[in-house]
């Protein structure tokens, strides 16, 4: 996340899926928050995160500054509440 986060302040969908994936995580698994506002504008902050096991690892990029986390899975055994993945 770290190294993303050097890359680019704002990455997209894209970028965060394949940042997860170059970490080796199944990129089916991988749950990424939306990179556009239903007006069209770039969102302020990224975040995506993986389940492994119990835990859901969560990766956010705001501004240039990475935050990694771990918190339970849900009972649905997803990480994110709602559609948007």
Do not use: N
């Not at 680019?8 to 899926?17: W, Y």
């Not at 940042?19 to 302020?44: H, Y």
């Not at 859901?56 to 501004?63: E, N």
């Amino acid at each position: 996340m770290s190294s993303l986060a050097a890359e680019t302040a704002d990455p997209d969908a894209e970028a965060l899926l394949a940042a997860f994936e170059a970490a080796g995580a199944d990129p089916r698994s991988v749950e990424v928050s939306i990179d556009t506002t239903p007006t069209g504008l770039q969102v302020d902050a990224m975040t995506a995160a993986v389940p492994l096991g119990d835990t859901c690892v969560f990766g956010h990029i705001r501004d240039g500054s990475s935050t990694v986390t771990q918190l339970p899975v849900l009972a649905s055994g997803r990480c994110f509440v709602g559609d948007q993945r």
